[in-house]
């Protein structure tokens, strides 16, 4: 067998094996990436094809990794930095990048509708995990006739490499925002929301202006590999957390080697609308020790009080492990909706109560050790 590099993934194939498996396991590491399908297919991949190929005694493993093979990246400058970038682009002179692809990533039954946007910046409009880029709608503000609409931002939901792993790309979460009128209940596309109606709607190829990137809130602090992170996410506040959770599992960064945990609550209406399940999934599979998965759906599940089952109500039957975590400097994330925060400080208070501590003490130190990050919207 060929030498590999050290990250590489070391793949034995024994003669007699039939060509057709052998060019298939071989296509799953040959680490060129077009197309962000690449995550549900290796995934598949691995379970399908090591289960086929373990009768026919064909050897997977990975130099660095005991079982789990990550995609190398070739590091980017950006690795270096020592702060994030900001406002690379602003939105006077905004730089236009091409959408790649968009797809709707939630089932039929899920109310409303989310779309996964690649776009091509050319690595031009560089970012680390947990930014945003803000997105100028083509068309004129009907506040401000002969100006352009305003800015508006979406969280990346990629890491810095993108979905394409070259660093040329950056992907988007983007919910479309439908507007029903009170009294009739119909839809009325009048009232639809602007830019969120233009990503969903766009097509390869479009062009998209792009502002930024911008926000230091929600930067994963990767000071500590070993670190616990809680991340809450209602809806498209997943975005951030697909990023850090691919940047801690899916590729292999010399400068960030993560064995800490990292430990997702997410909150959506249905199954139907889960975000990027596949791809957490996989890594509740590969790295149970350093992963957890809870979900909270609204409207197939019930609280305690019988009521909807939110976020908040999952960090109450948790309450005791989260408050310990935090004790010994765990990083809290909220993102999403800004409706979920009176719940969620309201049941943190409660729970503080009952342990006989000071909410507004723990919180104001959580803020102060910079354990506490909101980003809502
Ligand atoms: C830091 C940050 C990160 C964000 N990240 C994401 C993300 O990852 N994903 C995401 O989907 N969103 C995200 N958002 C929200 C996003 O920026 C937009 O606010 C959202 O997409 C709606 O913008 P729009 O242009 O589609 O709607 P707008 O055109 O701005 O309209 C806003 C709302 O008003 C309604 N409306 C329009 N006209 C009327 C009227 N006449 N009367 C009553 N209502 C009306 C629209 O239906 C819509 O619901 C983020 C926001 C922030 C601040
Ligand atoms: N127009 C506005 O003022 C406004 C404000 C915020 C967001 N938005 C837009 O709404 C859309 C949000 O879509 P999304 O997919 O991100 O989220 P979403 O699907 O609306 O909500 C995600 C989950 O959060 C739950 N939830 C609702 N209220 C909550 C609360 N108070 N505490 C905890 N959980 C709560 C929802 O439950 P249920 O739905 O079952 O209750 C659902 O399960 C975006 O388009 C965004 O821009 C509009």
């Known amino acids: 067998m060929a030498q590999l590099a050290a990250s590489q993934v070391a793949v034995t194939v024994p003669v007699g094996s039939d060509l057709s498996t052998r060019r298939s396991v071989f296509k799953t590491h040959s680490i060129s990436f077009h197309d962000k399908s690449w995550a549900p297919s290796l995934s598949l991949?691995?379970?399908?094809?090591?289960?086929?190929?373990r009768n026919r005694h064909i050897i997977c493993q990975s130099v660095q990794q005991a079982s789990v093979p990550k995609v190398t990246v070739s590091p980017l400058n950006l690795e270096d930095a020592k702060e994030p970038p900001l406002n690379t682009y602003k939105p006077k002179e905004p730089y236009t990048a091409?959408?790649?692809s968009v797809e709707r990533i939630v089932g039929p039954k899920a109310p409303g509708e989310t779309c996964h946007i690649v776009i091509?910046?050319?690595?031009?409009?560089?970012?680390?995990?947990?930014?945003?880029?803000?997105?100028?709608?083509?068309?004129?503000?009907?506040?401000?006739p002969g100006s352009p609409h305003n800015v508006r931002l979406y969280s990346i939901a990629s890491t810095r490499y993108g979905d394409t792993f070259d660093g040329k790309t950056a992907s988007f979460c983007v919910r479309r925002a439908v507007y029903y009128d009170p009294e009739t209940g119909k839809e009325d596309p009048s009232k639809n929301g602007v830019c969120s109606n233009f990503l969903c709607n766009s097509k390869p190829g479009d062009k998209v202006?792009?502002?930024?990137?911008?926000?230091?809130?929600?930067?994963?602090?990767?000071d500590n590999p070993n670190a616990t992170h809680i991340m809450i996410a209602t809806g498209t506040g997943i975005a951030p957390y697909r990023g850090y959770l691919r940047r801690m599992f899916m590729e292999s960064v010399?400068?960030?080697?993560?064995?800490?945990?990292?430990?997702?609550f997410l909150g959506v209406a249905n199954s139907d609308s889960l975000l990027y399940d596949d791809e957490f999934k996989k890594y509740l599979k590969d790295y149970p020790d350093n992963f957890r998965y809870d979900l909270a759906l609204s409207r197939e599940q019930k609280s305690k009080s019988g009521g909807k089952m939110y976020v908040q109500d999952k960090i109450e039957e948790y309450s005791d492990e989260i408050f310990k975590l935090l004790d010994t400097g765990a990083h809290i994330y909220f993102c999403g909706l800004k409706g979920m925060m009176p719940g969620i400080q309201e049941t943190l208070k409660r729970v503080a109560d009952q342990r006989g501590e000071n909410w507004e003490e723990k919180l104001s130190q959580l803020k102060k050790n910079k354990q506490w990050h909101v980003e809502v919207y």
């Open 254 to 264: 010399p400068t960030f080697k993560f064995n800490g945990l990292a430990w997702l």
């Open 98 to 100: 091409t959408i790649v």
């Open 120 to 144: 091509d910046h050319g690595g031009n409009v560089p970012y680390w995990e947990g930014q945003s880029y803000g997105i100028i709608p083509p068309g004129e503000n009907p506040k401000k």
């Open 209 to 222: 202006r792009v502002t930024g990137p911008s926000g230091k809130i929600m930067l994963l602090p990767e």
């Open 45 to 53: 991949d691995l379970k399908t094809k090591n289960a086929r190929l």
